[in-house]
Nanobody
Framework: VQLQASGGGLVRAGDSLRLSCAAP???????????LAWYRQAPGKERELVAS???????RFTDSVKGRFTISRDNAKKTIYLQMNSLTPEDTAVYYC?????????WGQGTLVTVSS
């Protein structure tokens, strides 16, 4: 099972971008109960957790994106989103969606977000 992120692109610092991640057919029936998350991997760095749903609690965000990024979901469309505002060059990375905790699904190709200064 692989979740594929989409919506990346080349933007300028200060711009906004919304990423989407649609659930594959094989997990549609359980999508509503899944804690999914957004991750990113910048060049030369390890993959990091960016934002995640938290078992019914408030979503969690890594410190560097708090106040700028929001995570949302549309259970009817079986899709999660990452709204990214006030982007900076430090947000440049390949973004992935996956489970918020192990076990993880297969990592997809991700979607590249490039922020120019």
């Amino acid at each position: 099972v692989q979740l594929q992120a989409s919506g990346g692109g080349l933007v300028r610092a200060g711009d906004s971008l919304r990423l989407s991640c649609a659930a594959p057919r094989t997990i549609l029936s359980v999508f509503w109960g899944l804690d999914l998350a957004w991750y990113r991997q910048a060049p030369g760095k390890e993959r990091e957790l960016v934002a995640s749903f938290n078992r019914g609690g408030a979503p969690r965000f890594t410190d560097s994106v708090k106040g700028r990024f929001t995570i949302s979901r549309d259970n009817a469309k079986k899709t999660i989103y990452l709204q990214m505002n006030s982007l900076t060059p430090e947000d440049t990375a390949v973004y992935y969606c996956n489970s918020a905790q192990p076990p993880f699904y297969s990592w997809g190709q991700g979607t590249l977000v490039t922020v120019s200064s």
